[in-house]
């Protein structure tokens, strides 16, 4: 199956007064159309940093300092900004964090899916867009979509919200799309309703989908293959099942232990000691080392780097491959 999308050592960094730091460091990622790639850690990791360099919305002081973003065979990370543009929103498109502050509260979401879809076809018509987005509307599923449609941000639940920035992300019908913790601050109920819309949008649709979260949960029942980022770096890869049952970095087990079991009677989860060290203050060695359980002085000394351990499963560690429990 042909990539959709490549990452080859992308570096963004970002200056401070500290000098130059990188958030993201080196990370080699790719995604074929119609699968789903999950993208995890705690926060301060990268990831949010990793899907707006593919976006190329890096803020300033921010760049992309080196590497290649090859998207359908063009390095986005040299494309003048016209021609960005134009993939972005269209080809590319993003569901943030937040819709309650992603959205604006002074127009109606009608008028703002409206201005995203005009970004890409000036020369369709007022009522064709609007028909358009109201069928946007009723793709999400969001009852009463032409009421809805001249309706205000505030006037919508958060999880109407949600699905309010789904359809503005999929109004032009892109090719991928990235969702950013697209069910944080959702309840369970609401949460399974926007992966059920999801998944069942990349069926019909045929989309690539980079699903950016620190929620293990969502990863289980969402992604093909999962990426593992920690302090910058992909940690380790794999097919989801094999990160959930035979997983190969002490940081991926800390992840794991963490999640509670509903077949476990325990007082007390694991948790990782720490947290993750600042860009500018890296420790030397593996990353990870400071709060790794099993680290060995090999950790402190060389950073190890990604390599396979069993087909189609990498790892950044030195001590694996490792059995364990559930392997």
Same mark, same amino acid.
């Given at each position: 199956?042909?990539?959709?999308?490549?990452?080859?050592?992308?570096?963004?960094? @970002?200056?401070?007064?500290?000098?130059?730091?990188?958030?993201?460091?080196?990370?080699?990622?790719?995604?074929?159309?119609?699968?789903?790639?999950?993208?995890?850690?705690?926060?301060?990791?990268?990831?949010?940093?990793?899907?707006?360099?593919?976006?190329?919305?890096?803020?300033?002081?921010?760049?992309?300092?080196?590497?290649?973003?090859?998207?359908?065979?063009?390095?986005?990370?040299?494309?003048?900004?016209?021609?960005?543009?134009?993939?972005?929103?269209?080809?590319?498109?993003?569901?943030?964090?937040?819709?309650?502050?992603?959205?604006? &509260?002074?127009?109606?979401?009608?008028?703002?899916?409206?201005?995203?879809?005009?970004?890409?076809?000036?020369?369709?018509?007022?009522?064709?867009?609007?028909?358009?987005?109201?069928?946007?509307?009723?793709?999400?599923?969001?009852?009463?979509?032409?009421?809805?449609?001249?309706?205000?941000?505030?006037?919508?639940?958060?999880?109407?919200?949600?699905?309010?920035?789904?359809?503005?992300?999929?109004?032009? $019908?892109?090719?991928?799309?990235?969702?950013?913790?697209?069910?944080?601050?959702?309840?369970?109920?609401?949460?399974? =309703?926007?992966?059920?819309?999801?998944?069942?949008? =990349?069926?019909?649709?045929?989309?690539?989908?980079?699903?950016?979260?620190?929620?293990?949960?969502?990863?289980? $029942?969402?992604?093909?293959?999962?990426?593992?980022?920690?302090?910058?770096?992909?940690?380790?890869?794999?097919?989801?099942?094999?990160?959930?049952?035979?997983? =190969?970095?002490?940081?991926?087990?800390?992840?794991?232990?963490?999640?509670?079991?509903? $077949?476990?009677?325990?007082?007390?989860?694991?948790?990782?000691?720490?947290?993750?060290?600042?860009?500018?203050?890296? &420790?030397?060695?593996?990353? @990870?080392?400071?709060?790794?359980?099993?680290?060995?002085?090999?950790?402190?000394?060389?950073?190890? $780097?990604?390599?396979?351990?069993?087909?189609?499963?990498?790892?950044?560690?030195?001590?694996?491959?490792?059995?364990?429990?559930?392997?």
């Amino acid at each position: 199956m042909t990539d959709l999308l490549t990452i080859e050592g992308l570096r963004t960094t @970002f200056q401070t007064q500290s000098g130059e730091i990188a958030a993201v460091d080196g990370v080699d990622l790719s995604i074929a159309r119609g699968r789903t790639l999950g993208i995890v850690g705690e926060s301060g990791c990268g990831k949010s940093v990793l899907s707006l360099s593919i976006m190329r919305l890096v803020p300033p002081p921010g760049r992309i300092a080196s590497g290649r973003i090859m998207f359908d065979g063009a390095n986005l990370a040299d494309l003048p900004a016209e021609e960005m543009r134009a993939i972005r929103g269209g080809r590319i498109a993003m569901i943030f964090q937040e819709p309650m502050t992603s959205l604006n &509260p002074a127009f109606t979401i009608g008028d703002q899916i409206i201005e995203a879809m005009r970004a890409h076809d000036r020369v369709a018509s007022a009522q064709s867009l609007r028909t358009r987005a109201i069928a946007a509307l009723e793709r999400v599923r969001i009852p009463a979509a032409a009421r809805r449609f001249d309706e205000y941000p505030h006037q919508m639940s958060g999880g109407m919200r949600q699905r309010v920035m789904i359809a503005m992300a999929l109004s032009c $019908e892109p090719d991928l799309l990235i969702a950013d913790e697209p069910t944080t601050a959702l309840d369970v109920t609401v949460q399974a =309703q926007i992966l059920d819309l999801l998944r069942t949008l =990349q069926q019909q649709t045929g989309m690539a989908i980079i699903l950016i979260t620190h929620d293990l949960g969502v990863v289980a $029942e969402m992604a093909d293959e999962v990426a593992v980022m920690y302090a910058g770096r992909v940690v380790e890869r794999a097919q989801g099942a094999a990160i959930f049952n035979d997983p =190969q970095h002490p940081y991926t087990l800390g992840l794991l232990g963490s999640i509670p079991k509903i $077949e476990e009677d325990v007082d007390r989860l694991l948790a990782i000691e720490g947290a993750v060290p600042p860009p500018f203050d890296l &420790p030397a060695g593996c990353r @990870f080392h400071p709060r790794c359980v099993f680290a060995e002085p090999a950790c402190a000394a060389v950073d190890p $780097e990604l390599r396979e351990i069993s087909q189609g499963h990498r790892a950044a560690c030195w001590l694996a491959p490792v059995e364990t429990a559930a392997g």
